[in-house]
């Protein structure tokens, strides 16, 4: 079983930037996706992004050129940073591992997703 734990939340006011991490229990291989989700309240949860070790990555619309994605298999973490913050970025930021390839169409699809975290807080105040 593959525990996921995520850090670096928080408050920030709007323009700020905050840094969330994902260190997962395991060593993570070539062949597993790492990403992001968040899910706002009475909202479903949205992809914010993913990346394989090919160097494949992918960003949410609403994200694109404000977050970054990272990670450090030899480390078993991923990371985000996230600049420029809006109000509409509050939410609960899941860190989430896919244990294989299923294809790009698939990459932003949260049920493709095998493993989860519990989720960190982030609130962005205007």
């Known amino acids: 079983q593959v525990q996921l734990v995520e850090s670096g939340g928080g408050a920030v006011q709007a323009g700020g930037s905050l840094r969330l991490s994902c260190a997962a229990s395991i060593q993570i291989n070539n062949a597993f996706g790492m990403g992001w989700f968040r899910q706002a309240p009475g909202k479903e949860r949205e992809f914010v992004a993913a990346?394989?070790?090919?160097?494949?990555?992918y960003y949410g619309d609403s994200v694109k050129g404000r977050f970054t994605i990272s990670r450090d298999n030899a480390k078993n973490t991923v990371d985000l940073q996230m600049n420029s913050l809006k109000p509409e970025d509050t939410a609960v930021y899941y860190c989430?591992?896919?244990?294989?390839?299923?294809?790009?169409?698939?990459?932003?699809?949260?049920?493709?997703?095998?493993?989860w975290g519990q989720g960190t807080q982030v609130a962005v105040s205007s």
């Open positions: 989430a591992v896919q244990a294989a390839w299923r294809g790009s169409s698939e990459t932003g699809n949260a049920g493709a997703y095998d493993y």
């Open positions: 990346r394989w070790n090919a160097g494949w990555t």
